[in-house]
């Protein structure tokens, strides 16, 4: 398992200090019982696993991890200081040719300028194991192959190829990652879980008392072990020398990991530990704590000059406020015109953080910066206008879910802006340059986000999308049989994340780039006088396409005509495809698609036959279909609307959401039967 | 001394004829310099694009460029806000420097170091290669278009195998208002070139030091953004100026690469001595062999041999990424790249006595060499082996295909077969419509609320049969379902079962099985029902535009196909035909389609055969194949009515 290096050191947060360990079970059912274990020796090999040929559990897997083994150990050095290793051992068995890859390599390392902020690999071992003529054969790693590669400045990676590796195949290597404390100061998060299936996964780390680490546990599978014993730890230094907490933690039989549409991210589903620092307490030496509660997390922000501190800062603003206040003193005018300005001025760098990179004042010069400058700035200038507003720090959907009961700042990676205009509360993000004032970006809604007021405690709060993804479409036409020919015209109005949408990818484009693709969507269309108003001019309203279209209809025969009213926005795919869920669903936002037709019969003809009318609910309001179609003098009227307004649903749900659009697919796919009246 | 002088005005003319010299090129960057009609639209305008390639000697070469570029807007800046050039130990970057100017052509700010990202090449994966990649850009900050920034990169090379290449056109939606091109030679130097797809012809000339000067200018060039969905093959579509070496040296190999002769023994030369088993792998694959009743049984047994014990790596270093980890190695690892892996397996059909060589090829869809201009445009090599009459080709870097399958990946194309002589160019296995079949057959029990029930069956050949059988090989039966469910034509549906599996013949093939509940099959409305013909069918889609001035391409990899669909439908005894049974034949140059229904015992059997031929069509063909288009879909959307029986 090789994870990639994160070179996250926050800068700003020097962090050495102690206390007890926070465990914290979630998902976790601990099965206390099964204690049969497995303790493989390294360079030997089990006839067994040579003679597998397909994984009993998966019969497909192109590879199974039999052992996945990794220890973390602390140790103190007199010139490096305190030092992290991570013993890292896996076994895989190679089941297909697909797999061979896994032979292959690299173990990612920080490489900084000084020794002190250097990690470096040790103690590498490889072995292959082939059954040849019915004997275990055993190829050795041989120093030559392996290299190591100056991946950037501050990145080396170890690489190396093992040899004889074929199908059927057992390899295995184990090496030592050592990273100092300045550079690394938490063990990476361990996932029990990857593509292809593990048949065991072990976690272990022996804890000295003077380090305090949260961990989190998170995913869907059971421990078969989860031990915890009191130990003597000596890191080689008198006064770190002392108690400490040896843990291990093994999942067995780990099913292959499978992604599904519609879910956050996947780290969210994997089941997982991860670790937080939250003090460091050497007695006479060092105590320092870290987010040990939210206020402390809060406190930490305050004072932090990364966020706290920038806050603070608003000199460079000033011209711009003055600006802003001359022109109005409504505060919601206010608001708009300061959210404006930061969008417009402003450069997304397409970066998440927690922090200010160089400061709010020069990323402003710079006009670039990460989502939290920009959020932190409009922040800024909204109080200096006389506005209550606060940051809210949140994770981002890619980020994955946050936990409220645990305090830590790492649960964290973006910040936007609140503001309370009277009881009206906004939630803004001058990060996306189409996005009117409250509509936050997709990637910003993932449920909570923590509000850090001016003064006092910090508090949760839910962030809802208030928009969602919004289309009308209309059709106003004329059946003509006798041509075999529907005239009229047609128009679209993108709302909510419909016009964010519509807006990032066409707003800068000329009118004949989203021409072509309209025709792309409706091929057999002839289309004329299409107008787009409101491309750009007010992100609040909806952008409307219009056009005249004319269309030949092939199962027209004389005396009887066919036709599906649902000419635009029709549903013809389910989108969810799966039999089957077994995580939650997160459409993110809601839909509201609607269409309202209007067709004109000529003399003579008739409705012979029209569908049923059609309204389904989804359980507790979470969404609504209704489909209509009725005959008012020579018009037939046809109405659909698509309504979803919950965006989470639990797995149990699935079965309910999916028959949900199944009946959309069903009736949008429904045609009309027009006649001749016989006279 | 009048020698000299009249030298001298030579150059001067000769600088005057071909527009402004380098020295004299535009220093004012202002962005209202720029003509209207270029800049009209336009991401990026390029001010200055010049490339100077001195030729040293055969064995030394330096290549400096230097690229001014308007930029004004994200797009532009995606594309040329910033510049990367490539280095190992044959080939050292000797500047990378930029400036960037405001839209008044004022200097705001120069490239510092901290602006220059350094990397080795191989970062991303795991692949070994000793090559690295500088990247520069002013991206820390951002500026307020337009603005302006200029390259300057310089690289001194002794590999001189290739040479660079020079086109003038720049990225799509962009335009360019001066580029340049100069090849400089020691006097009397041999080199070649090629103009292709309407780039400037060259004006050759003295320097005042007797070199000999090859210049291409071209001046004022838009390139409009397009969405075209068939575009003609970039090598076919570019003005594009090729360059390479005659004689030239690399390390302590001296080559020449007049012809496809020349480049074929240069390859050979670089790597002979290294096809030598171990004695006892000799023996192994003497064993091996052992009862084979041709050398086509002989080339089966080692290349199933050699991918069962061998995995493929890209290791990337020495010599231009030329020579091959010799035989011996491999033997002992089992892995190496395709040059490798190739040599290895060559080097066990020459134990067994089997005429074989290596290929240098082209890889990738749709990727090609220019045949009529010998270069080192090659990216891959395979193996070549003689079974009496027949070649048989080997992909060595594949564990699992069969022999003389080449698929899209290095089928179709010319390839350089490696000979001690000199090898020529020959055509690897071809893939046209009637080896790129899908014939299906699917039976359909529906109910009477238009529920069906679907049994289908499918076999696929040659290209077809592609990523299949990657599913087959490289994929667990979650993500082959996965696979399946997104792309089976349908609405909505539940799969119950499937079965995917390779056939056993020479030919590659692979055979799905699925069962399938498809809710809504046929379309009830009221008493009438809905069925379509063409159900599980490959649809077609029809292109924004029908007008078309150039020349189109289908892509032969996608479009030489023959699709053969039966769908047979029980009808539900309470429902009678109402309308007439479609059917249609369309034929046209690019194809055929044909669609047959017939109804008989509530038995409705619909047959649809489509015959499809990739490849390059003119212009005034477009509307013919709009047109064949349109009327495939026409005929893929009509449905067969049926209405309760009114007993």
Not at chain 1, 450 to 478: C, H, Q, W
Not at chain 2, 122 to 148: E, M
Request: net charge neutral.
């Amino acid at each position: 398992m090789t994870n990639s290096l994160l070179p996250i050191r926050l800068s700003g947060l020097c962090r050495r200090n102690v206390l007890s360990i926070h465990f914290l079970l979630f998902f976790f059912t601990f099965n206390a019982f099964a204690q049969d274990d497995f303790k493989p020796k390294l360079g030997l090999i089990d006839r067994a696993s040579l003679e597998m040929t397909a994984y009993p559990g998966d019969s497909t897997a192109d590879a199974v991890v039999l052992y996945d083994y990794g220890k973390v150990t602390f140790s103190y050095d007199n010139l490096k200081g305190l030092l992290m290793t991570t013993n890292i051992w896996v076994r895989i068995k190679i089941l297909k040719e697909s797999a061979l890859d896994r032979a292959s390599v690299g173990i990612p390392y920080y490489e900084g300028q000084s020794y002190k902020e250097q990690e470096w690999v040790e103690d590498l071992k490889g072995y292959t194991y082939n059954l040849e003529n019915n004997q275990i054969v055993k190829t050795e790693l041989e120093r030559k192959a392996v290299r190591r590669e100056k991946s950037t400045d501050y990145h080396s990676t170890t690489k190396f190829n093992l040899a004889n590796v074929k199908k059927g195949s057992v390899i295995e290597y184990s090496y030592s990652l050592v990273s100092p404390f300045n550079v690394r100061t938490e063990p990476k998060t361990w996932t029990f879980q990857s593509s292809v299936p593990i048949k065991w996964s072990d976690y272990n780390i022996v804890v000295p008392n003077f380090l305090d680490y949260k961990m989190t546990m998170g995913g869907f599978l059971a421990l078969h072990m989860n031990k915890q014993e009191p130990v003597n730890v000596s890191v080689g230094h008198a006064s770190f020398d002392g108690p400490g907490i040896s843990y291990r933690f093994v999942v067995k039989d780990a099913p292959a990991f499978v992604n599904e549409p519609f879910i956050t991210t996947e780290m969210d589903y994997l089941s997982k530990i991860a670790f937080e620092l939250a003090s460091v307490n050497v007695p006479g030496q060092i105590h320092k704590n870290y987010s040990q509660t939210w206020e402390n997390v809060d406190r930490t922000l305050d004072e932090a000059k990364w966020f706290g501190v920038e806050l603070g800062r608003s000199g460079f603003l000033k011209e711009v406020r003055d600006e802003i206040a001359k022109t109005t003193t409504d505060p919601l005018e206010r608001m708009t015109l300061a959210y404006k300005h930061v969008q417009g001025h402003m450069k997304w760098d397409g970066t998440s953080g927690l922090y200010s990179g160089d400061g709010i004042k020069k990323a402003y010069d710079n006009r670039k910066g990460n989502a939290c400058d920009i959020n932190l700035m409009l922040t800024v200038l909204l109080r200096e206008l006389g506005l209550e507003c606060d940051p809210i720090l949140l994770s981002t959907r890619a980020h994955g879910y946050l936990h409220q009961h645990i305090p830590m700042l790492e649960g964290f990676n973006y910040v936007i802006a609140h503001a309370k205009i009277g009881e009206k509360t906004y939630f803004l993000d001058a990060s996306e340059p189409f996005a009117k004032p409250g509509l936050l970006p997709e990637r910003a809604l993932n449920g909570y986000g923590r509000l850090i007021p001016k003064k006092g405690v910090g508090r949760f709060v839910e962030i809802n999308p208030v928009d969602s993804d919004s289309k009308l479409e209309m059709i106003t036409a004329n059946i003509l049989p006798e041509d075999g020919v529907i005239k009229g015209s047609y128009s679209i109005s993108y709302g909510g994340y419909e016009a964010l949408d519509w807006r990032s990818a066409y707003a800068a484009q000329a009118d004949n780039v989203y021409q072509d693709v309209l025709k792309k969507t409706v091929p057999e269309w002839k289309i004329q006088n299409l107008a787009i108003k409101n491309k750009a001019d007010d992100y609040k309203g909806t952008v409307n396409v219009s056009c005249d279209f004319e269309i030949e209809d092939e199962n027209a025969s004389p005396g009887v005509f066919y036709f599906n009213p649902i000419m635009a926005g029709r549903w013809v795919k389910n989108p969810l495809k799966s039999k089957e869920r077994i995580y939650p669903i997160d459409l993110a936002t809601g839909i509201s698609n609607s269409f309202i037709g209007n067709f004109t019969l000529p003399e003579g003809y008739a409705l012979e036959e029209m569908p049923k009318a059609e309204i389904i609910m989804l359980p507790d309001k979470g969404g609504k279909f209704s489909y209509q179609v009725r005959q008012v003098g020579n018009v037939i009227q046809v109405n659909s609307m698509v309504q979803v307004s919950r965006t989470r649903f639990m797995p149990e749900e699935y079965a309910d959401l999916k028959e949900f659009f199944e009946r959309v697919v069903q009736k949008h796919a429904q045609p009309l039967v027009i006649k001749k009246k016989s006279i | 001394m009048q020698k000299f002088q009249s030298l001298f005005w030579k150059t001067i003319i000769c600088t005057a004829l071909s527009g402004s010299a380098p020295v004299l090129a535009q220093t004012d960057y202002s962005v209202a310099k720029i003509s209207p009609a270029l800049a009209k639209d336009a991401d990026a305008v390029i001010r200055v694009d010049e490339l100077f390639w001195d030729i040293k000697s055969q064995a030394e070469g330096v290549q400096r460029n230097r690229l001014v570029v308007t930029i004004f807007n994200e797009k532009g800046e995606d594309q040329y806000g910033s510049t990367q050039e490539w280095y190992d130990k044959f080939r050292k970057l000797t500047e990378l420097s930029g400036t960037l100017y405001d839209a008044n052509g004022k200097v705001v700010k120069r490239l510092k170091n901290s602006d220059i990202d350094d990397r080795g090449d191989g970062t991303a994966g795991d692949d070994i290669s000793d090559n690295r990649v500088k990247t520069a850009s002013f991206g820390k900050k951002s500026y307020p278009y337009p603005y302006t920034i200029e390259f300057i990169t310089e690289v001194r090379t002794r590999n001189m195998m290739a040479f660079p290449d020079w086109t003038p056109a720049p990225a799509e939606g962009s335009a360019v208002e001066y580029s340049y091109f100069r090849v400089k030679t020691p006097a009397g130097f041999a080199f070649r070139y090629q103009e292709c797809n309407g780039a400037p012809a060259v004006k050759k000339s003295k320097d005042a030091e007797g070199s000999d000067i090859y210049e291409w200018t071209q001046k004022d060039y838009a390139r409009p953004r397009s969405d075209d969905a068939y575009p003609l093959p970039h090598y076919d579509r570019i003005p594009l100026v090729f360059t390479a070496p005659s004689d030239f040296e690399v390390q302590d190999y001296k080559g020449n690469f007049n012809t496809w002769e020349d480049l074929s023994r240069f390859y050979y030369t670089l790597n002979a001595g290294r096809d030598i088993l171990p004695p006892n792998m000799q023996e192994e694959v003497k064993t091996l062999i052992k009862g084979a009743k041709s050398d086509r049984e002989k080339i089966d047994r080692i290349y199933k041999w050699m991918q069962g014990r061998s995995r493929y790596v890209s290791i990337q270093l020495g010599i231009g990424g030329w020579q091959t980890i010799d035989a011996m190695t491999v033997s002992k690892t089992g892995y190496g790249d395709c040059k490798a892996l190739t040599n290895f397996t060559l080097a066990a059909l020459k134990v067994a006595g089997v005429p074989a060589c290596a290929a240098l090829i082209r890889a990738g869809k749709e990727a090609k060499i220019k045949p009529d201009f010998p270069s080192s445009k090659f990216n891959h090599v395979i193996a070549c082996a003689i079974a009496g009459k027949d070649t048989v080709w080997l992909e060595c870097t594949s564990p699992n295909t069969k022999p003389n399958f080449m698929g899209s990946f290095t089928g179709s194309r010319p390839a350089l077969l490696v000979l001690p002589t000199g090898g020529k160019l020959v055509m690897t296995p071809d893939y046209k419509a009637p080896q790129n079949v899908k014939e299906s057959r699917a039976s359909v029990k529906l109910t009477e609320t238009g529920d069906g029930q679907i049994e289908a069956r499918s076999r696929y050949t040659g290209l077809q049969h592609e990523p299949r059988v990657q599913l087959i090989q490289y994929r667990t039966k979650e993500e082959q379902e996965k696979w399946l469910v997104s792309h089976i034509n349908l609405p909505s549906m539940d799969l119950n079962h499937f079965e995917l599996a390779e056939g056993a013949e020479p030919e590659p093939s692979v055979t799905e099985k699925l069962t399938l509940n498809v809710r809504n099959c046929a379309t009830k409305t009221g008493t009438r029902l809905f069925i379509k013909p063409s159900l599980l069918s490959r649809p077609f889609e029809l292109p924004a535009t029908t007008d078309r001035t150039t020349d189109f391409y289908l892509p032969v990899s996608e479009y030489n196909f023959t699709d053969l669909d039966t769908v047979s439908y029980e009808v539900p005894a309470s429902y009678k035909l109402e309308t007439t049974l479609p059917a249609f034949q369309i034929a046209s140059a690019f194809g055929s389609y044909e669609l047959k229904t017939t109804y008989e015992n509530n038995k409705l059997i619909c047959a649809r055969k489509v015959v499809m031929n990739g490849g390059r069509y003119g212009s005034k063909d477009f509307a013919a194949w709009v047109d064949f288009l349109k009327k495939i879909r026409k005929a893929d959307r009509a449905q067969v009515v049926f209405v309760e029986n009114k007993l």
